[in-house]
């Protein structure tokens, strides 16, 4: 069954610190992997997309990483900011349908 | 990428009655899709509403509940019918991107009553 998990369900830290949030994934074929950041009460909006090859790819203070042979990948936020509280969803691509599974989530705060 | 705006962005309506949200992009695209969030909860796809054909409903879903009009390459509508609070959701469509990537648009909140 193709799924996708994301951990931690939610994470709180202060204004300029780092985070990670993960995702698990099981699905084939694989096409590729986007993180997306949803602000509330508005529409996801993609922050990477990597492909099978890709291992890293970066966007401003967002660090994407893909680990295809453990199915792993990571989202990497630096020195964060109070807009960056949001949720973060990490979504798998399956074949080349425009199939997407979908990871229920990481909801981040960040504090003053 | 796209811009994608929707109408209404948000509504509140009584139960049993019916809203059509639209859906506008600004430029022409083949495949356009409708999800629902439920609260706390991620995307679930409704359909995928080509132009020129019947839209494709994932399991769960019924044209009857949610029928979708796709007129031309740059406008869509979704229904929601008989509408009862378990419906209440935001509803967002999407469009096709390059390399599988999808754009979405803001969202439209629905509470019903």
């Known amino acids: 069954k193709n799924q996708v998990e994301q951990s931690p369900q939610s994470l709180i830290i202060l204004e300029g610190k780092n985070c990670t949030l993960q995702c698990n994934y099981t699905v084939s074929p694989f096409s590729n992997l986007r993180w997306y950041k949803q602000d509330t009460g508005r529409g996801p909006v993609s922050l990477t997309i990597?492909?099978?090859s890709e291992n890293t790819k970066s966007n401003g203070r967002y660090t994407a990483t893909l680990d295809a042979d453990t199915k792993q990948s990571s989202l990497h936020i630096t020195a964060s900011q109070l807009s960056d509280s949001a949720s973060y969803i990490c979504?798998?691509?399956?074949?080349?349908?425009?199939?997407?599974?979908w990871g229920a989530g990481t909801k981040l705060i960040i504090k003053p | 990428s796209a811009v994608i705006s929707q109408k209404p962005s948000r509504d509140i309506c009584q139960r049993g009655t019916s809203l059509t949200i639209q859906c506008q992009v600004d430029s022409q695209v083949t495949m356009m899709f409708w999800y629902r969030q439920q609260p706390g909860q991620s995307l679930t796809l409704i359909a995928t509403a080509n132009q020129g054909s019947e839209a494709t409903y994932e399991s769960g879903f019924v044209i009857d509940k949610f029928p979708i009009s796709r007129p031309n390459l740059t406008f869509s509508t979704l229904t929601v019918s008989n509408m009862s609070p378990e419906d209440s959701s935001i509803y967002l469509c999407?469009?096709?991107?390059?390399?599988?990537?999808?754009?979405f648009g803001p969202g439209t909140r629905l509470t019903v009553l």
């Open positions: 999407s469009v096709a991107g390059g390399h599988s990537e999808q754009f």
């Open positions: 990597m492909t099978f």
């Open positions: 979504v798998v691509s399956v074949g080349s349908n425009y199939q997407l599974i």
